[in-house]
T-cell receptor
Framework: GEDVEQSLFLSVREGDSSVINCTYT??????LYWYKQEPGAGLQLLTY?????DMKQDQRLTVLLNKKDKHLSLRIADTQTGDSAIYFC???????????FGSGTRLLVRP | DVKVTQSSRYLVKRTGEKVFLECVQDMDHENMFWYRQDPGLGLRLIYFSYDVKMKEKGDIPEGYSVSREKKERFSLILESASTNQTSMYLC????????????FGQGTRLTVV
């Protein structure tokens, strides 16, 4: 079955690194995504990774994928107050355009 | 600049009313989606459409219907609104080829009283 799980809350100090974790159950997932939702706004794609990759880096963002454990993480280096938002992990199979979302992790960055 | 526009940011409706939520995209995308977002539950798919007049049920279609008469517009209909349909509703669209980004509208916060 399809299920994506995330912890609900993470608090870090400004300048520290943040690591947001996600687990998924469907091993046939082809694409895995991280979306960001700022207060009062829709979701914006931050980054994505193909299931045949282990890591992807994009400026301050690093995505790690452990296919064996079905574990995805998003690391934000030098976290800023503007990074405070809800972060959603999502998966999609190649055969479908349907996105399965996790519950979202609320990141709070303290000054 | 790509755009998915939802007709209302906030709506307050009475129990039993018929409610229409409209979504328009200007990117010529084939696929459009309606999600509802509730605290601790993330985004749950209500319905999606992969072409004009085509629709498929998502994970929680009960109490909802949809209409896609034109490619750019995807409407979510609550036939008889109930208080448990109070939620944030998000529309999204994806182009029909390859792995591409899903673009989201700003959301409609619906309160049913």
């Amino acid at each position: 079955g399809e299920d994506v799980e995330q912890s609900l809350f993470l608090s870090v100090r400004e300048g520290d690194s943040s690591v947001i974790n996600c687990t998924y159950t469907d091993s046939s997932s082809t694409y895995l995504y991280w979306y960001k939702q700022e207060p009062g706004a829709g979701l914006q794609l931050l980054t994505y990774i193909f299931s045949n990759m282990d890591m992807k880096q994009d400026q301050r963002l690093t995505v790690l994928l452990n296919k064996k454990d079905k574990h995805l993480s998003l690391r934000i280096a030098d976290t800023q107050t503007g990074d405070s938002a809800i972060y959603f992990c999502a998966e999609r199979m190649d055969s479908s355009y349907k996105l399965i979302f996790g519950s979202g992790t609320r990141l709070l960055v303290r000054p | 600049d790509v755009k998915v526009t939802q007709s209302s940011r906030y709506l307050v409706k009475r129990t039993g009313e018929k409610v229409f939520l409209e979504c328009v995209q200007d990117m010529d995308h084939e696929n459009m989606f309606w999600y509802r977002q509730d605290p601790g539950l993330g985004l749950r798919l209500i319905y999606f459409s992969y072409d004009v007049k085509m629709k498929e049920k998502g994970d929680i279609p009960e109490g909802y219907s949809v209409s896609r008469e034109k490619k750019e517009r995807f409407s979510l209909i609550l036939e008889s609104a109930s208080t448990n349909q109070t939620s944030m509703y998000l529309c999204a669209s994806i182009i029909g080829r390859g792995n591409t980004e899903a673009f989201f509208g700003q959301g409609t916060r619906l309160t049913v009283v």
